[in-house]
């Protein structure tokens, strides 16, 4: 509906597509307005106008144009508006090559990030894992992760020296978890999976945790599942426990391991049996 700027006693209602699809249907359309009584309760739907064309994004199919004042005394009821619009599709969809407007490609993002990633060009701090060093920028982290934001904001031998030591992971670890801050991509995850995801969990990358959580999820087995168990239950991970439980559900003598039970938070341990006798019903 469109009130016109340049002649404010005339509204106009239109009926277009607002997808953005190319695809072009063929239909057949009937509008119809409520009102053209003096009071709600003897209003009836009164029809308006019907059209059979051709719906493409942009492109007007029917119009209609209303003098304002008899447009509100007619079909405006405690300031509400009611449109009936039946569309009916005849035949089938065509897709359209019509020219669209140019947008940078994901790609062209991605290599950029790929290129400072791997070249570190102008880089203003080094992490330190084992014996590798990683030349990174503080705002790239600082955006991807609080974590980092709050470490380069507040620890005062990291300023002074340009460097942070990172002890608790693995120099692979944290090569992926960088590359996912800068890429948004992961390499070698089958293998890394747990160790990631630990990583991603303590640096809080949301995005990295689930993915990580799917690919544990699908390599959970006889040989991982108290391994998989602790880190669900470290980080309280719903997606985790419900794949626990449909492990359990098909092993259901994984339970029986009663000693490193013990040393698994209570709460957590109850909740999997409380999961597990519920998608046994």
Request: hydrophobic content about 40%; some cysteine.
């Amino acid at each position: 509906m469109y009130a016109h700027c340049d002649n404010k006693e005339y509204i106009t209602i239109f009926l277009r597509p607002v997808s953005s699809s190319t695809a072009q249907l063929n239909v057949k359309a009937n509008i119809c307005l409520y009102g053209e009584e003096k009071n709600l309760t003897t209003a009836t739907w009164k029809e308006q106008g019907s059209c059979t064309g051709i719906f493409k994004p942009g492109a007007d199919i029917w119009s209609n144009k209303f003098s304002r004042e008899a447009f509100f005394e007619n079909y405006v009821f405690n300031d509400t508006l009611t449109i009936q619009c039946n569309i009916t599709i005849i035949g089938e969809s065509v897709e359209t090559t019509e020219f669209e407007p140019p947008v940078l490609p994901c790609s062209s993002v991605v290599k950029s990030g790929e290129k400072l990633f791997s070249l570190g060009l102008h880089s203003d701090i080094t992490l330190l894992v084992e014996d590798r060093k990683f030349a990174v920028h503080k705002n790239i982290l600082a955006a991807q992760s609080h974590v980092f934001a709050s470490m380069f904001d507040h620890d005062m031998l990291e300023k002074q020296t340009g460097e942070v030591k990172i002890t608790d992971f693995s120099s692979e670890v944290i090569e992926e978890l960088l590359r996912f801050m800068y890429t948004g991509k992961v390499q070698n995850i089958e293998r890394i999976s747990e160790d990631l995801f630990s990583a991603a969990a303590k640096y809080d990358l949301k995005s990295l945790q689930g993915i990580c959580e799917k690919q544990l999820g699908i390599s959970l087995t006889r040989e991982n599942f108290y391994r998989i168990l602790v880190l669900a239950d470290l980080h309280q991970s719903a997606y985790l426990k419900h794949e626990l439980v449909t492990c359990i559900r098909k092993n259901p003598d994984l339970l029986d391991n009663q000693e490193f039970l013990s040393k698994i938070e209570k709460e957590f341990v109850l909740e999997l049996f409380r999961l597990f006798a519920k998608m046994s019903l």
